[in-house]
């Protein structure tokens, strides 16, 4: 059983964490892709556990997230409105969607 677990792991990094082709310059080059590999896919795993007992898929959430938008302002960010799919996605992972945040900068 371990086994299978870690060849899903694999499977997910491969398939959509997008783990490979690489081509890196530097070993800290490939630490730093092998550490945001291992963090997407710990999100993608997590995500596929929530979805499990919903009717969706986590190629449906992933299509139907991706068109969640926002205007951006100089120190606003104002999500738009979410569908009827996107808010039941919110409610399956317990997320709150704000109605505004403060925009930070990045120094």
Do not use: W
Request: hydrophobic residues 40%.
């Amino acid at each position: 059983y371990t086994r299978q677990d870690i060849e899903q792991v694999f499977d997910i990094s491969k398939g959509y964490a997008k783990a490979l082709p690489l081509c890196v310059q530097t070993v800290d080059t490939f630490r730093g892709h092998l550490l945001m590999v291992f963090c997407s896919t710990i999100v993608l795993r997590h995500l596929q556990q929530l979805l499990r007992s919903s009717p969706y898929s986590l190629d449906d959430f992933l299509t139907v997230m991706r068109n969640q938008k926002a205007k951006i302002y100089e120190d606003l960010v104002v999500p738009m409105e979410a569908t009827k799919k996107q808010n039941d996605f919110y409610k399956l992972a317990r997320i709150k969607s704000s109605v505004s945040l403060p925009r930070q900068s990045v120094n």
